[in-house]
């Protein structure tokens, strides 16, 4: 085991430093009415996706946040965990009129292992 940790260490060296990944992977991909161009008033489904990749996470999914700005959460469906440390979420979205011709819908995860954060943009016309 000494061995293996050793050659651990100079590989880390070689390559720059510690090997350090994400604690979690998060993907937001559009469910219904995906488009290139969206108007006010426009509603879009999106599921969220959440995987652990450290299997066990200091903070529970209900940590994650959501920021979106010129986007109107119409409802939600509570966490599902489809497989163990995999985590879904749909959400029912409304694009509101705003100046802005890029409007982004994010999840954040802030933890001791270093978190995640993923997000998706609407081109508003």
Same mark, same amino acid.
């Given at each position: 085991? &000494?061995?293996?940790?050793?050659?651990?260490?100079?590989?880390?060296?070689?390559?720059?430093?510690?090997?350090?990944?994400?604690?979690?992977? @998060?993907?937001?991909?559009?469910?219904?009415?995906? =488009?290139?161009?969206?108007?006010?008033?426009?509603?879009?489904?999106?599921?969220?996706?959440?995987? $652990?990749?450290? &299997?066990?996470?200091?903070?529970?999914?209900?940590?994650?946040?959501?920021?979106?700005?010129?986007?109107?959460?119409?409802?939600?469906?509570?966490?599902?965990?489809?497989? =163990?440390?995999?985590?879904? &979420? =749909? $959400?029912?979205?409304? @694009?509101?009129?705003?100046?802005?011709?890029?409007?982004?819908?994010?999840?954040?995860?802030?933890?001791? =292992?270093?978190?995640?954060?993923?997000?998706?943009?609407?081109?508003?016309?």
């Amino acid at each position: 085991m &000494r061995i293996f940790l050793i050659k651990l260490a100079f590989l880390a060296v070689i390559i720059g430093g510690p090997v350090i990944g994400n604690a979690c992977e @998060i993907s937001i991909e559009v469910l219904d009415n995906n =488009k290139e161009q969206y108007q006010a008033g426009d509603i879009v489904v999106v599921k969220v996706k959440v995987v $652990f990749t450290h &299997r066990q996470c200091s903070e529970g999914i209900n940590a994650t946040k959501f920021s979106y700005d010129g986007i109107k959460v119409l409802g939600a469906t509570p966490w599902n965990e489809t497989i =163990k440390g995999t985590f879904e &979420r =749909k $959400f029912k979205l409304q @694009i509101e009129e705003s100046g802005n011709k890029n409007l982004v819908f994010g999840a954040l995860r802030t933890c001791d =292992k270093e978190g995640g954060s993923g997000s998706i943009t609407f081109a508003v016309n």
